[in-house]
């Protein structure tokens, strides 16, 4: 083979084997995308991607790949800011946000204890998660989160078991503008009327909620 066909067949190979690295969902995952600064997910969220509570990394195993690669993307464009994830989003390639969102949303989740909206609440953050408060423009959680906030299609993510600081500090988020990337702006009038407090309480509803593997 001449010189310069093994360098061209050499090229084709490493071409090869870099689409296949980049398109390697779990290996983005675990040890992040091809370039420097793609961190690895499990870092954070945890190998079987759980997330970590204490910590507030939220959970991203089962959640729609859809939902999951809007977010990227939105993390890219700066329509949802993150000091941590704007640049680890940025370094990922489009066929490396693809193959992730699919490997995260493929793995094992545990889905929430039912929790029916004929319950009576108990308290005043129960009250808004189920209720709401419409006197105020609030509507319940639950009316688009689904039941138990256990999440609906690709457009609203689920809310039980999520970190209480997670939960929180999007709310805060949401009131403060930093985060506008959902459907409609549903979520900005939403949390500007809620108090401080009440964004704490109802965070901590959610994040208290029982989950329980799938059969």
């Not at 939902?67 to 370094?91: C, T």
Request: hydrophobic share 45%; net charge neutral; glycine share 10%.
């Amino acid at each position: 083979m001449r010189p310069l066909q093994r360098t061209l067949v050499g090229s084709a190979l490493f071409f090869l084997l870099g689409s296949a690295h980049a398109l390697d969902g779990s290996k983005i995952f675990t040890e992040g995308g091809a370039q420097p600064a793609a961190m690895a997910c499990v870092a954070c969220h945890g190998a079987d991607g759980g997330g970590v509570a204490a910590a507030g990394f939220p959970r991203l195993a089962g959640l729609p790949a859809a939902y999951l690669r809007k977010q990227l993307e939105d993390f890219k464009r700066g329509s949802r800011d993150n000091p941590v994830m704007r640049p680890l989003a940025i370094a990922l390639t489009d066929a490396e946000v693809q193959a992730l969102s699919q490997t995260i949303a493929a793995m094992p989740a545990a889905a929430p204890v039912p929790v029916y909206r004929s319950e009576m609440p108990t308290n005043a953050a129960q009250k808004l998660a189920l209720q709401g408060a419409w006197e105020r423009q609030i509507p319940a959680c639950v009316s688009c989160h689904g039941p138990a906030g256990s999440g609906v299609g690709d457009t609203f993510p689920p809310l039980a078991g999520q970190p209480a600081g997670y939960l929180a500090a999007q709310l805060i988020a949401w009131q403060n503008g930093t985060r506008h990337n959902d459907v409609n702006d549903l979520m900005g009038p939403i949390a500007k009327s809620l108090t401080a407090q009440e964004a704490q309480d109802v965070a901590q509803y959610f994040a208290s909620l029982s989950l329980e593997v799938k059969p």
